[in-house]
């Protein structure tokens, strides 16, 4: 098959000087689209890597693609991760992964969660906040946890995002507002043990438990190649207890409407309820492990990076009704 990668990478960002820190994190690394390509060559395919933007269209078009592997976060707009999709359906070319409406759900963690509280899919109270002069009154039990909207990698989320009153709340809602212009999520801190699940075509794939020593995951710790941050899969649970993890991580899969990989970011309270914080339709394929939680959970699960490739792209050729050659 002739499969575009499409993908935005941070060399590549329109990075300009009044950009926060951390702004383009989210972006992939060139090792990241090169060990992508690889997998897809060995597989047989003819690939090419694509800027996930409008100027490349033309080229695109020139290379007739029979499928996109998509891992394009977009640049701009709180609709950034849907755009690619929109175009591609535009052009009528087949893609992996989230169309317009998965991508518009998930990017926007509290119209996620306002998905799940209506389908019954357990998630922490929230409040939705502009700035740190009009916060919304509200009924939730400190501690609360303050993080964008709209953004992935941990962005704006710093070793205070845990705030224990009304005064550390304002303040933490205005310096996520210096880093990123955003709607912000408040939502109260579910603590307890923190789950990362990912889903690789129907496959929910071996729970992976993030262990870090502020408690959560910040976008520090994701950036630092040296961080103290361990992952530990499959996750020490009850065969009960990941049962349930994992109906639940399908069950937000589905109401999100995400198609061919997808991972979720999950905790567990004192009493051993989970709860759904957010997902992310398009995970991170960084080829090391320690990097990347589906991948170091793939690993667990006996498969190579090239696997993983293969199973996504067999995901997207089945509901498109592509013949893989």
Known sequence: MNIAVLANLKEDAPVNKEDPPGRWDDLDDRGTVDAILLALHELGHNAQYFPATLDSIND?????????FNSSEGHYGDSREAQMPAILDSLRIPYTCAGVLGMSLSHNK??????????HIPTANFVVVRDGINIPSHTMKYPLFVKPAVEGSSIGINDAAIVYNEEELVRQVKYVRS???????VEEFVAGREFTIGILGNEV???VEIISPTGFYSNSQKE?????????????????DAVAFQALARRAMNVLHLYDVCRMDMRMDAAGKPYVLEVNPIPLMDPDPNQASLIFAAVTAGYTYRDVVRKIIESAAHRWNLTLN
């Open 60 to 68: 695109l078009r020139k290379f007739a693609p029979d499928l996109c």
């Open 110 to 119: 509290a119209v996620a969660k306002k998905m799940f509280r209506d389908t």
């Open 179 to 185: 880093i990123i212009d955003s709607l912000i999520l």
């Open 205 to 207: 794939l071996p729970i």
């Open 224 to 240: 630092d190649l040296n961080s103290q941050v361990r992952r530990i899969s499959p996750a020490p649970l009850s065969k009960k």
